[in-house]
């Protein structure tokens, strides 16, 4: 399987960050340089979260932009 079950399960860091982002870098693959050349023979969700939970893309966000409960 190409998502890493035990990283995604673990994940102890913001999930609701960890996904927007996620669904970001989906809109972005063309700029990607360890995604596959040929899109069409990729699913592309899973090949996101496998780049995203092994590190590959790197995300960022201001902490000022996060309201703490």
């Keep these: 399987m190409i ?5 995604l399960l673990t994940y102890d ?8 982002s996620t669904m970001e870098a989906v809109e972005k693959i ?3 340089k360890k995604f596959p050349h040929d899109e069409t023979e990729w699913k592309v969700v899973p090949h996101i979260l496998n780049l995203m939970l092994n ?3 790197k995300f960022e966000y201001p ?3 996060v309201e703490e409960e």
């Design 3 to 7: 998502i890493p079950l035990d990283k």
């Design 13 to 20: 860091k913001n999930r609701y960050i960890f996904t927007r």
């Design 30 to 32: 063309g700029n990607m």
């Design 55 to 57: 590190d590959d893309v």
């Design 63 to 65: 902490k000022d932009d």
